[in-house]
């Protein structure tokens, strides 16, 4: 992920490419934000040769790693300033393959272990992917500053290699065997959208109502949502609103700060050690922090102090956009923005544990994930415009700004469970 967004805008810009199209090419991103659309293809359909030989899971997860090493290759050999349509082509492809690989390693985690091995198989998957983050950002800036940023994305496309050897090495986990058209869910949302259809003829209705492709569009693509809404009724707009707000400050904030750092007159070593290496440890301590408090405080009384967080640690940037280049304001600046991240985006993965139905455990987590980052990602691709019309300390700001609508929403949200509280006491 790091190597189609935050890394590649610091070789778009060594290329001379400008802020407004850095933050334009942050779009790419997208593709994480809606994989969501994909995920019940991947999730249910089997790859024609390398799913028999391998199984579906471990299939899906060879085509779409040995996909990201091609792009990340074909990346190395485009020059990024006579060719820069090009090398987001490739980008492009290699980010939806990336977002591809994402559906597969949920869906793999969770199938392979019980639910007492959840937590432990889940801490096992922010360790790795964490590494991965170290060898993605501060390993290929430092590739880059010793060699250059083609040999530095070689080396990159040669790092999937790891993957592809654990995934090839791993069992293929049991699937359980899918039932069409049983649940009484299904067979309400059947009836609903076979309505038109009650004055044809009886043989068109039982013709669809036994179709393969109606009975597998029901269960796998509308149910998920179906049930969500079912669940949560109009507070589900409100959760969705919620969602979609939550990370819009980090998000925003996090498409530039890379050039930031580079315009402020550090060098990629360093940019690499302070922020890539030791910014990665305080995110991984800031989750452990908010998965500690999560078991002691109520879910969405975390969530408002991790939103509250993150605004408070934007507007550190905000005042060092002000300040002459300083590596101990950059330090603390950084330890406190993934401290922030960290917590926050650990509180968000146990609040969407809570609001999941396992029975569709891998569509809704895919919705969840996609709607978290999608108007960040589509606000990010502006990053680049508005500090070039307002100057670092006012995007600074605005990015902190963006946080508001997700504090407001999360009042909502504590108000609903308190009007559930006192229900259930009357």
């Not at 050999?77 to 490739?90: I, M, N, P, W």
């Amino acid at each position: 992920m790091l190597l189609v967004l935050g890394t590649l805008s610091l070789l778009l810009k060594d290329a001379g490419i400008s802020r407004s199209e850095i933050g334009f090419a942050s779009w790419i991103g997208l593709a994480y934000s809606i994989k969501v659309v994909w995920s019940p293809v991947v999730d249910n359909f089997k790859l024609p040769i390398l799913s028999r030989l391998l199984g579906k899971r471990k299939g899906w997860l060879l085509f779409a790693q040995i996909g990201i090493a091609t792009g990340l290759y074909l990346i190395s050999q485009t020059d990024a300033g006579t060719h820069t349509e090009r090398l987001l082509v490739f980008a492009l492809i290699t980010a939806f393959l990336s977002a591809t690989q994402d559906i597969v390693i949920d869906a793999f985690r969770v199938e392979s272990n019980d639910e007492k091995e959840q937590g432990a198989a889940a801490a096992t998957y922010i360790m790795g992917y964490r590494i991965g983050m170290i060898v993605a950002g501060a390993g290929a800036l430092k590739i880059a500053a010793s060699f250059d940023w083609e040999f530095s994305y070689q080396i990159m496309a040669l790092c999937m290699l790891v993957g592809i050897l654990g995934g090839l090495l791993s069992p293929e986990p049991p699937h359980k065997k899918q039932v069409l058209g049983e649940t009484d869910l299904e067979k309400d949302i059947s009836n609903q959208l076979l309505k038109p259809f009650k004055n044809s003829r009886q043989s068109l209705k039982t013709k669809i109502q036994n179709s393969h492709v109606f009975l597998y569009f029901v269960k796998a693509i509308l149910s998920p949502f179906v049930d969500f809404f079912r669940r949560y009724k109009w507070w589900g707009l409100v959760i969705i609103a919620f969602i979609l707000s939550f990370r819009v400050s980090d998000i925003v904030l996090g498409v530039m700060t890379n050039v930031f750092y580079d315009d402020m007159g550090f060098t990629k070593d360093e940019i690499a050690d302070y922020s890539k290496i030791y910014g990665v440890i305080m995110t991984i301590l800031g989750a452990f922090i908010g998965g500690y408090v999560v078991n002691k405080v109520k879910i969405l009384w975390c969530l408002l102090w991790g939103i509250l967080l993150v605004i408070l640690t934007n507007l550190l940037f905000a005042y060092m956009a002000t300040q002459p280049k300083d590596v101990g304001f950059l330090i603390a600046v950084i330890s406190a923005d993934n401290m922030a991240g960290g917590f926050s985006m650990g509180v968000l993965m146990a609040y969407f544990a809570t609001l999941i139905n396992q029975e569709f455990t891998a569509t809704q987590f895919a919705l969840y994930t996609s709607l978290m980052t999608l108007t960040g990602k589509i606000l990010g691709g502006y990053s680049g415009v508005n500090i070039d019309n307002w100057g670092y300390p006012m995007f600074f700001t605005y990015a902190a700004s963006l946080g508001i609508p997700a504090l407001i929403l999360i009042m909502a949200l504590l108000y609903r469970e308190r009007l559930i509280q006192k229900k259930g006491a009357d």
